[in-house]
Every structure is written in C-alpha cells, then in structure tokens.
C-alpha cells in the first residue's frame, strides 16, 4: 500500500485559513475512507474528518462549521479545508486511508496557528 501524502502545512495566524491536500494513489473510489487526523504535542493522534467512499462525510465537534473535507477524484486527492483558525488547532495534521482492515498513514504536515 502506498503511503499518502500530506501538503499545505504551514504558518498561520489566528482566524485564518489553511487547505491541506493529500494525494493518494489511486482512485479514491478504491478506498473505503479516506481521513484527516491530526497530533498535538503530548496529545494522543485524534479524528478531524473522514469522507467514504460513497462521500459520507463525518467532522469532529472540535471543527464542525470551521472544516471541510472534499474529494477532487480526477486528480486523486482529498483536501482539508480549514477556516477560523484557533491556536489549539495546531498540530501534525495526518493522512489515512482505509481500505478493508488495513490503514495507511501518510507523514504528516505541520499546521500552526499563532500570532
């Protein structure tokens, strides 16, 4: 399984926003879910927003109204968009996909959100 790859990190100040891409390797219909994840430092790796296959969507309440995940399926990417940023989102955003039991992670991209 190919790993997939995170991009868009960066510096950012409060309220702004941030649009992450992960790149997989394949169609994104061959995959069950695709998901955004993210790690704060000494915080355990937690859900930010998943879309199936199907394009059920699925946010945690931390982002829900700030967060959309989207799907652009020609280019076999999944994006993160993320607006009114707050300093607490920051975090190792992460990558996954699911197909059956096996989860793929990708490396992570830094988000950091500070004036």
């Known amino acids: 399984q190919v790993q997939p790859v995170e991009s868009g990190g960066g510096l950012v100040h409060p309220g702004g926003s941030l649009r992450l891409s992960c790149a997989v390797s394949?169609?994104?219909?061959?995959?069950?879910?695709v998901g955004w994840y993210r790690q704060a430092p000494g915080k355990q790796r937690e859900l930010v927003a998943t879309v199936t296959r199907t394009g059920s969507t699925n946010y945690a309440d931390s982002v829900k109204g700030r967060v959309t995940i989207s799907r652009d399926n020609a280019k076999n990417t999944v994006w993160l968009q993320m607006n009114s940023l707050k300093p607490e989102d920051t975090a190792v955003y992460y990558c996954?996909?699911?197909?059956?039991?096996?989860?793929?992670w990708g490396q992570g991209t830094q988000v950091t959100v500070s004036s």
């Open positions: 996954n996909t699911k197909v059956s039991f096996r989860i793929t």
């Open positions: 394949r169609t994104i219909f061959t995959f069950d879910v």
